[in-house]
């Protein structure tokens, strides 16, 4: 849209140059400098427009980066959440299995100290055992020298 506005003016402009360079008159030196700073306008306001847009386009792309950025972050804050609500149910879990391995520690130490009083009381029913059987033999072998006198 610019561009035609431009263009339009410099046809215009140029037209008018040349209508009065058909007059056959002698342009003065004030002609040429106002034609000069005409021109020299002219392409400032071109580069004065395509910097705008130019600004206006990294502006854009900053704003739609920015927004995009903002957007992974959220996600990134959402994951970070998730990870500490899945850290903190691990944690739990953890401590829940402690407590399981004290108790069954606890457990395994009353079965071996059961388990070495039940080896002490039947090494002591055997060792007795032993002394009724040697007992027995003794009583056996009286009985027999008996029978046999």
Same mark, same amino acid.
């Given at each position: 849209?610019?561009?035609?506005?431009?263009?339009?003016?410099?046809?215009?402009?140029?037209?008018?140059v040349r209508a009065h360079l058909s007059n056959e008159r002698v342009l003065s030196l004030s002609d040429?400098?106002?034609?000069?700073?005409?021109?020299?306008?002219?392409?400032?306001?071109?580069?004065?427009?395509?910097s705008l847009h130019v600004a206006i386009t990294t502006y854009s792309d900053a704003k739609r980066s920015?927004?995009?950025?903002?957007?992974?972050?959220?996600? %990134?804050?959402?994951? /970070?959440?998730? *990870?500490? !609500?899945?850290?903190?149910?691990?944690?739990?879990? @953890?401590?829940? &299995?402690?407590?399981?391995?004290?108790?069954?520690?606890?457990?395994?130490?009353?079965?071996?100290?059961?388990?070495?009083? %039940?080896?002490?009381? /039947?090494?002591? *029913?055997? !060792?007795?055992?032993?002394?009724?059987?040697?007992? @027995?033999?003794? &009583?056996?072998?009286?009985?027999?020298?008996?029978?046999?006198?």
């Amino acid at each position: 849209m610019l561009g035609r506005g431009v263009a339009i003016f410099l046809i215009v402009f140029a037209r008018r140059v040349r209508a009065h360079l058909s007059n056959e008159r002698v342009l003065s030196l004030s002609d040429y400098t106002a034609i000069a700073a005409t021109a020299l306008n002219i392409v400032l306001l071109v580069l004065a427009v395509g910097s705008l847009h130019v600004a206006i386009t990294t502006y854009s792309d900053a704003k739609r980066s920015g927004e995009e950025q903002t957007r992974i972050l959220a996600g %990134q804050a959402q994951t /970070l959440q998730s *990870s500490q !609500s899945a850290l903190d149910g691990v944690s739990q879990t @953890l401590g829940k &299995q402690k407590d399981i391995l004290e108790k069954s520690k606890q457990a395994l130490d009353l079965s071996v100290v059961s388990a070495v009083a %039940q080896q002490k009381l /039947l090494t002591e *029913s055997v !060792s007795s055992s032993r002394k009724q059987l040697e007992i @027995l033999q003794a &009583q056996w072998a009286r009985e027999l020298e008996q029978a046999d006198v």
